[in-house]
């Protein structure tokens, strides 16, 4: 079982940054491929980025190749998501999410997810 808290949303305006954090339990978290997705209001949820166990590899959403980079502490346990130059349709709930597969970008393939952390980007 791993339990996954995100934290660091927020309301920001456009052209600004936030980071995101999820704090993961478990002694096996450097074995997860660790994903963020979003979902605003009305549409599917949406993969944003995956980093492999190791830290090694990354993937992302092509909106945000060049604004946000993933990365993780495996001593710490925790992922993170730097956001730069938000804009406003990078409004959404952001979650986290383990998967036990290689750096894995669809939903069904992550076990484990957080609760979300809202971020909000104005005009």
């Known amino acids: 079982q791993v339990q996954l808290v995100e934290s660091g949303g927020g309301l920001v305006q456009a052209g600004g940054s936030l980071r995101l954090s999820c704090a993961a339990s478990?002694?096996?978290?450097?074995?997860?491929?660790m994903g963020w997705f979003r979902q605003a209001p009305g549409k599917e949820r949406e993969f944003v980025a995956v980093?492999?166990?190791?830290?090694?590899?990354?993937y992302y959403v092509d909106s945000g190749k060049g604004r946000f980079t993933i990365s993780r502490d495996n001593a710490k346990n925790t992922v993170y998501l730097q956001m730069n130059r938000l804009k406003p349709e990078d409004t959404a709930v952001y979650y986290c999410a383990a998967s036990a597969y290689y750096n894995v970008r669809h939903y069904y393939e992550y076990a484990y997810w957080g609760q979300g952390t809202q971020v909000t980007v104005s005009s």
């Open positions: 478990g002694r096996t978290f450097s074995s997860y491929a």
């Open positions: 980093i492999g166990g190791s830290g090694s590899s990354t």
